[in-house]
């Protein structure tokens, strides 16, 4: 099969490509073009990008995806590509619009155009429940977005419903609940956390500073979630479907597990300071997957204790890696 992913060098992206090259799909990955000519997290794997075909695009720009589709003709897309970070969509909501609606319309429209008969998969995700108010979330749960980019990704999960039923093209939406893994990016915080406890442990650093400490995630493992991705494009007919974990764990259970896999007390390095904290934040998730479960056959293979040891073992080993190299 022919495959276009967006968003090909941040974290989903380098796990999906992965599944997807080592079952000889033709993968072709949009990149957007930098100064320093790198690739993310795929410059971490040379012998998986060699496998993939990058095309310099960017999803704000319609002709750039337009030149993509017309020359690959893709079986299946998975658009990826997004302003990922909650935090940073408070100081630069206009770009977050651009990139994850406009984006996603371009996306849609450039799929429309060139590949009708072909399926695609929006990167929708569980920050569009926000304001929970029901124990667990499932498709049905009412939504109430509590950042410009949880209304920008309701906004992208109601344009390909849309697409679906206006045009009859096959899109489906992930609603994922947040996942993890050696290559989180740094900023978001259980990669802070894993890398701050190794830096720690190692006398590089002495303390992490965080926000609301208080805020609970259904956290689960990019690997099993890019698999859930796959799953959804196989599936007899687009729909939508909800990816979680089902278990839910405190930003302070986090920090708790990674310093005392360590051998640390969390308590003697965490501070907290308020320029962590969000001017609104979600501060409840637990997601309910039965449907994919029951309709899809998936379920997650790391528990939420194996996925913090992981990340810290992988920061573990990168840090003393460089600090070796550094004496
Ligand atoms: P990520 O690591 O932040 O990766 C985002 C990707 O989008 C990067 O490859 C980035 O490229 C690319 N991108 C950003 N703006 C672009 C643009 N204008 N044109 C082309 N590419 C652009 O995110 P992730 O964790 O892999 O998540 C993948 C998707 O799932 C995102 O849409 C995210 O919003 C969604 N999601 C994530 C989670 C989660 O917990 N991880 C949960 C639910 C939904 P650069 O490398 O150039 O920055
Ligand atoms: O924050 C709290 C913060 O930035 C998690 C994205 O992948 O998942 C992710 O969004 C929680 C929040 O992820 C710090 O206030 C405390 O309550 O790791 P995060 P997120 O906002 O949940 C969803 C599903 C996505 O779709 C997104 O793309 O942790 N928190 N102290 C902190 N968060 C950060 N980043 N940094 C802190 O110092």
Do not use: C
């Not at 569980?126 to 009412?142: A, C, H, I, R, Y």
């Not at 379920?299 to 600090?323: H, I, N, W």
């Amino acid at each position: 099969m022919k495959i276009i992913i967006s968003g090909i060098t941040g974290q989903d992206g380098y796990y999906l490509s992965r599944l997807l090259a080592s079952k000889g799909d033709q993968v072709h990955g949009i990149v957007r073009r930098n100064s320093q000519k790198s690739f993310g997290v795929l410059d971490t794997d040379p012998e998986l990008k060699s496998k993939l075909k990058l095309h310099y695009g960017d999803v704000t720009d319609k002709h750039s995806l337009d030149t993509i589709f017309k020359e690959v003709r893709p079986d299946r897309v998975y658009h990826l590509a997004a302003q990922s970070f909650v935090q940073e969509s408070w100081s630069n909501p206009e770009l977050t619009y651009e990139i994850n609606i406009k984006g996603t319309l371009n996306m849609l429209n450039s799929f429309r155009e060139y590949s009708p008969e072909g399926r695609f998969y929006f990167a929708s995700s569980s920050e569009m429940f926000g304001k929970v108010e029901t124990k667990s979330q499932d498709e049905k749960t009412f939504p109430w977005p509590r950042s410009p980019y949880g209304i920008s990704k309701l906004a992208g999960f109601y344009t390909g419903v849309n697409y679906r039923e206006a045009y009859g093209l096959f899109v489906s939406n992930g609603i994922l609940f947040n996942h993890e893994s050696p290559h989180r990016g740094e900023e978001f915080v259980t990669r802070k956390i894993s890398l701050a406890a190794v830096k720690i442990h190692l006398g590089v650093e002495s303390e992490l500073v965080l926000g609301n400490l208080d805020s609970q995630r259904d956290w689960g493992y990019s690997a099993d979630y890019v698999k859930a991705m796959e799953l959804i494009l196989d599936y007899e007919r687009p729909d939508d479907f909800v990816i979680a974990t089902g278990e839910t764990h405190s930003v302070r259970d986090f920090v708790q597990t990674a310093f005392s896999h360590l051998g640390l007390d969390w308590k003697k390095h965490v501070k907290v300071d308020e320029k962590y904290k969000r001017p609104a934040d979600v501060s409840y998730l637990r997601g309910d997957s039965s449907k994919a479960r029951k309709l899809l056959g998936w379920k997650p293979t790391v528990s939420f204790q194996e996925l913090v040891k992981m990340m810290v073992d992988a920061d573990l080993k990168r840090v003393s890696g460089q600090k070796k190299k550094a004496e």
